[in-house]
């Protein structure tokens, strides 16, 4: 049985105010982890912490913006302070904005989704990881996305944020092989969160862009439930990707999805 298998271990998991990280927060307790939330919204990211409190588990809010190194820093000091280590890390939290051709978006909007989907798991790995490779264990989770090799119209900055972002993933699992950390990354799809409203909300009058397949998939109740990602999250994090490092895992893949299944049923 998947009950308590992460018993005793502390999680931080970034974006954790809403859609999948508020999902996978919820699984990573009930799996009976100790649960560090992080998220730009106080409101949102305390009411989920409230809310794991208040069903008997362990978690903790930080609100702040991952993209300033003091926040991070703030984060990983919560908790040691409140939990004394480290074991998981998943770096959740992401923007989609500008969705916008690279003539008319803005530099700041730009550079702030690099900093959000790419800068800040670097920093969170790096402040996280000395801690890991000194208690010889550790877990390490790119939540990333197919727009990481797919080129798409308008989203200049998180196509080239997520393939980043999938270059980091190798590059730390090769320096972090044979130590007792693993590093993966995870392709959730198409999921029913506020990005993908976000995404549905853009004019695209008198642009190349085209966001036709995102209403239509919408409509069709395609949109996996975020509770569906979580579990993939926790699978990857727990004891059951065993010696998995340096692999990317996509929501699309049945079979892997149907073992998923089976371990945490």
């Given at each position: 049985m998947a009950r308590k298998k992460l018993q005793g271990q502390v999680a931080i998991l970034t974006g954790g105010g809403r859609g999948i990280g508020a999902a996978t927060a919820e699984r990573l307790a009930t799996l009976g982890a100790r649960v560090v939330l992080a998220a730009r919204s106080e409101e949102e990211v305390e009411a989920v912490a409230s809310r794991l409190r208040g069903q008997s588990m362990q978690a903790i809010a930080v609100p702040g913006d991952v993209t300033d190194p003091d926040i991070v820093e703030e984060i990983v000091e919560a908790a040691l302070d409140q939990?004394?280590?480290?074991?998981?890390?998943?770096?959740?939290?992401?923007?989609?904005?500008?969705?916008?051709?690279?003539?008319?978006?803005?530099?700041?909007?730009?550079?702030?989704?690099?900093?959000?989907?790419?800068?800040?798991?670097?920093?969170?790995?790096?402040?996280?990881?000395?801690?890991?490779?000194?208690?010889?264990?550790?877990?390490?989770?790119?939540?990333?996305?197919?727009?990481?090799?797919?080129?798409?119209?308008?989203?200049?900055?998180?196509?080239?944020?997520?393939?980043?972002?999938?270059?980091?993933?190798?590059?730390?699992?090769?320096?972090?092989?044979?130590?007792?950390?693993?590093?993966?990354?995870l392709y959730p799809g198409q999921v029913d969160t506020a990005m993908q409203e976000d995404i549905r909300s853009v004019d695209t009058t008198d642009s190349v862009l085209d966001t036709s397949w995102f209403h239509e998939i919408y409509t069709l109740g395609q949109l996996t439930p975020p509770a569906d990602i979580a579990a993939l999250a926790c699978w990857l994090v727990g004891p059951w990707s065993r010696e998995r490092n340096g692999e990317f895992f996509s929501a699309a893949d049945a079979a892997w999805v149907a073992q998923v299944q089976r371990d945490l049923a």
């Open positions: 939990f004394g280590r480290v074991d998981i890390l998943i770096n959740n939290a992401a923007v989609i904005w500008p969705l916008e051709e690279v003539a008319e978006a803005d530099p700041d909007e730009w550079t702030y989704d690099i900093m959000t989907n790419l800068v800040a798991p670097f920093m969170l790995a790096r402040n996280v990881l000395p801690l890991m490779l000194d208690q010889g264990y550790g877990r390490i989770l790119n939540i990333s996305s197919e727009a990481a090799f797919t080129p798409v119209s308008g989203s200049s900055a998180y196509c080239a944020a997520k393939a980043g972002l999938d270059m980091l993933t190798r590059v730390l699992a090769l320096e972090v092989a044979g130590r007792g950390v693993m590093v993966n990354t």
